[in-house]
């Protein structure tokens, strides 16, 4: 025998109670583990001070761009956030983490908010729906009455500019800046 293995003896754990586990970690690291589908909760936005201010994803905070902090969902995720109280909605991007009040779900920018109504209240129940990478929000759907209006495309001739002066031949040049200054007088002092 080894003598390394004099002093430790090994058990092999088996593997039926390391597979619950490994399933249980898997589950709480994947992102497609989050809540999809309609999430519901208060919303409340961001302070004026955070202008500017640098997010958990590293850009800035801009009040007047249509963003928002939330706890789970990945930098850059689309989310549709709708106030079931007067029917508005907003489409976000998620740029920071937060918030971290007791109740709260969702802190908005303030444009998102100022679309939502939700400003004079400073707090309000919103609904959250993800929007997925393959689903473009604003894309007109097929059985959809709106008709989609066809493009003439019109084909224009590029533009010619005359030529620069330096960019010719060089002898035509010098003939030509031979006339021009021919004309001069230069008077010495």
Known sequence: MHPFYAYKTYQHKPMKKLFPLLCLMLLTLSPSCMAQGLTKGYASYYADKFHGCRTASGEAYDKDGMTCAHRKYPFGTLLKVC????????????????????????????????????????????EITPILPNEVPYRVKEDSLTEVPELELIYAPPIIFPEPIWERDSTNVSDELKKITSSWTFTGH
Do not use: C, Q
């Open 83 to 126: 106030n079931p109280r007067n029917g508005r909605t907003v489409y976000v991007r998620v740029t920071d983490r937060g918030p971290y009040s007791k109740g709260r779900i969702i802190d908005l920018s303030r444009a998102a908010a100022r679309e939502l109504d939700i400003i004079r209240a400073g707090l309000a129940m919103v």
